[in-house]
């Protein structure tokens, strides 16, 4: 299974924008990159995901290298609800789609 | 939300005692999961499902087992629960297609004295 690396810990303060990195340089082509959030004492979140392009929603934009071997989550301006463990994971649905997680980037946002 | 119902959301076990916890879908994904999260380690898949009746392990399968015969529900058993095995467990669910997302649900707290 490729795996990812991610810092263990970030700040940010708040109505600032944020980029959470993540490496994951032995990415498949069937890959597809996911980021999840976990905020205390509640299941993972799903936040967003994409295989190749760059990826908006209403929660996040994701950036995508092209070579694919890493990836940002940005979130465009933090509030202190968006404080919780962020995990960049890849997903092959050829095998089974499973999740397997890291440790995950504790994000902390200053009022 | 996704519709996820895990029973028991709490439950207290001694040593040796066989176990089962439920995951119950309304959505009719393909997918089901088993993890377990405790401190230190994040979250670590148990085992997961590809369909009824198609089960796999994942990375921390000893002491586990599951069954899934019918698409809604997907069982986690301890046959004989221990210490080790005190930790939060939840459930996911996803879609059939490639990269779809993954739901979680609240997690069943599980504590083996």
């Known amino acids: 299974d490729a795996k990812t690396t991610q810092p263990n810990s970030m700040e940010s303060n708040e109505e600032e924008p944020v980029h959470l990195p993540c490496n994951h340089s032995?990415?498949?082509?069937?890959?597809?990159i996911h980021w999840y959030r976990q905020l205390p004492s509640q299941g993972p979140e799903y936040v967003i995901h994409g295989l190749t392009s760059n990826v908006n929603n209403r929660m996040a934009s994701l950036a995508i290298a092209e070579d694919r071997k890493s990836s940002t989550l940005i979130l465009h301006r933090a509030t202190l609800r968006d404080a919780a463990v962020y995990y960049c994971?890849?997903?092959?649905?050829?095998?089974?789609?499973?999740?397997?997680f890291g440790q995950g980037t504790e994000l902390s946002v200053k009022p | 939300d996704a519709g996820i119902t895990q029973s028991p959301r709490h439950k207290v076990t001694e040593t040796g005692t066989p176990v089962t916890l439920r995951c119950h879908q309304t959505e009719n994904h393909r997918y089901m999961y088993w993890y377990r999260q405790d401190p230190g380690h994040g979250l670590r898949l148990i085992h997961y499902?590809?369909?009824?009746?198609?089960?796999d392990k994942g990375e921390v399968s000893d002491g586990y087992s599951v069954s899934r015969s019918k698409t809604e529900d997907f069982l986690l058993t301890l046959e004989s629960a221990t210490s080790s095995q005190t930790s939060v467990y939840f459930c996911?669910?996803?879609?059939?297609?490639?990269?779809?997302?993954?739901?979680f649900g609240s997690g069943t707290q599980l504590s083996v004295l």
């Open positions: 032995t990415i498949s082509g069937t890959d597809y």
């Open positions: 994971i890849l997903i092959d649905y050829n095998q089974g789609g499973k999740l397997i």
């Open positions: 996911a669910i996803s879609q059939a297609s490639g990269g779809g997302k993954l739901f």
């Open positions: 499902s590809y369909g009824v009746k198609d089960t």
